[in-house]
């Protein structure tokens, strides 16, 4: 039983340690896409004051 715990636990720190990789990785390209917009084009609100 406690030989199948480890087992349990490793293949969900491996989920664990996937997931977490693929967040940074979608953090990461949202951030290159975002620094390769041209700002000048965004629209600007005239209600956003308040």
């Known amino acids: 039983m406690q030989d199948q715990?480890?087992?349990?636990?490793?293949?969900?720190?491996g989920f664990v340690c996937?997931?977490?990789g693929k967040v940074?990785?979608?953090m990461n390209k949202s951030k290159k896409q975002w620094e390769q917009v041209d700002k000048?084009?965004?629209?600007?609100w005239e209600d956003d004051e308040d």
């Open 18 to 20: 996937y997931v977490v």
């Open 40 to 44: 000048s084009k965004l629209k600007t």
């Open 5 to 13: 715990l480890w087992i349990v636990a490793l293949i969900l720190a």
């Open 24 to 26: 940074i990785a979608a």
